[in-house]
């Protein structure tokens, strides 16, 4: 079993940065990817990106390449998602999510360890 949890969520400012962080613990040698989502209230949990913890490759949602960066610590078994020129779009409760499987993923169901979740508001 894998746990992952999120930290680091809060208000901030239009055009202001943040920064999220994903520990994962338990089986973390059975992880392939750690993903990160998002879902605003009434929406879908939509992906915002992903890396690969063997590659170190990174993908993004087109919607937040060019601000959003994903990187990580093997030692700390941490993700980070550092988020930059922050728009009120973005304001949403943000996931971590490990899979355990290659090849990309891009949707829910393509993960099978999630976190609780943390908050992001953008305030204009």
């Known amino acids: 079993q894998v746990q992952v949890v999120e930290s680091g969520g809060g208000l901030v400012q239009v055009g202001g940065s943040l920064r999220l962080s994903c520990a994962a613990s338990?089986?973390?040698?059975?992880?392939?990817?750690m993903g990160w989502f998002r879902q605003a209230p009434g929406k879908e949990r939509e992906f915002v990106g992903a890396?690969?913890?063997?590659?170190?490759?990174?993908y993004y949602a087109d919607s937040v390449k060019g601000r959003f960066t994903i990187s990580r610590d093997n030692a700390r078994n941490t993700v980070y998602l550092q988020m930059n020129s922050l728009k009120p779009e973005d304001t949403a409760v943000y996931y971590c999510?490990?899979?355990?499987?290659?090849?990309?993923?891009?949707?829910?169901?393509?993960?099978?360890?999630w976190g609780q979740g943390t908050q992001v508001t953008v305030s204009s």
């Open positions: 999510a490990a899979r355990s499987v290659g090849g990309r993923g891009y949707s829910p169901e393509d993960y099978r360890y």
């Open positions: 338990g089986r973390t040698s059975s992880i392939y990817t």
């Open positions: 890396i690969g913890l063997i590659s170190s490759g990174t």
